[in-house]
């Protein structure tokens, strides 16, 4: 229990320079990242398969077997590719990071038409 | 402090989910730019700019420039008033003809712009008919916010360091 219960509960604000930097990196993780994971997902494509999955293309091999571990192949070609996993995981994040560095700026905006109405 | 900040609206306000998706579509455009040298069309930079001008001066601007109450029904002049009070007015009148007229700005007496609802529709019906799709991106979010949460203050929020 608090033994002087008249202390008032100082916590710091961030600073408007705080919240724009927050923003715009939150903006940055959430939109800058996506054409860097386009360009790497379509290079990705476009690149020879191992000789080691040729039977994915085989005749006998059925449809929906060949589907199901050619997409499991394309995924994990994907991910494994840095220019690809190094903006997903920052997009990823980004829900973090907004919560980390904005989650309180609504009552800073609010705080910011209360100063210039008063 | 202003009078209309006892509307209970301003408390619920949050637009840091808005501010997030618009920085984040222009971090996309600037990213296309940087991975791919791709720019934006004379076109669609002219509808984000519309968009944009839309959702945050439009109605800054009325209000700054004109009116104080701009609602869906129409702006008008003078004090603002909170539309619950202004729709409590209009039933104590008790007169059909303000009840009829308080829908556009004949109310008024002075015609100052179409309502916000009018510019609004127009705007999409414009983007509809070139196809829609940049502008929506740009401006969903906000116009969300917008449709919901409709008083006077959402603008300058939008840009507290201008607004002083």
Known sequence: MDPNPDTPNTTPTPGLFRY?????????AWGLTTPFMRRAAVASSTTAKPDSRAWID???????????????????????????????????????????????AGEFLVACVLSICS | MCGWMADSRALELSLTVPITNSLAFLFTVL??????????????????????????????????FNCRYVGWYGSRPGRYRPLRAFQEHLKDSNQAWH??????????????????????????????????????????????????????????????????
């Open chain 1, 20 to 28: 724009v930097l927050g923003f715009l990196l939150v903006g940055a």
């Open chain 1, 58 to 104: 085989h005749p006998n091999t059925p449809w929906l077997k060949a589907k199901v571990w050619g997409v499991l192949y394309g995924v994990w070609d994907v991910l494994r590719n840095p220019a690809y996993a190094v903006p997903l995981v920052i997009n990823l994040t980004g829900s973090v990071w907004f919560f980390l560095l904005i989650g309180q």
């Open chain 2, 31 to 64: 990213g296309e730019w940087w991975a791919e040298k791709k720019v934006i069309t004379k076109g669609m930079f002219h509808d984000i700019s519309l968009g944009l001008v839309l959702c945050s001066d439009l109605r800054w601007m009325l209000i700054r």
């Open chain 2, 99 to 164: 009840r009829i007229a308080s829908f556009s700005s004949i109310y008024n007496e002075v015609a100052f712009f179409p309502s916000y609802t009018v510019i609004i529709t127009l705007a999409f019906l414009y983007q509809l008919n070139k196809g829609f799709s940049p502008f929506l991106v740009c401006v969903s979010s906000t116009y969300a916010h917008l449709l919901k949460k409709s008083s006077c203050f959402i603008t300058r929020v939008s840009f507290p360091v201008m607004a002083r």
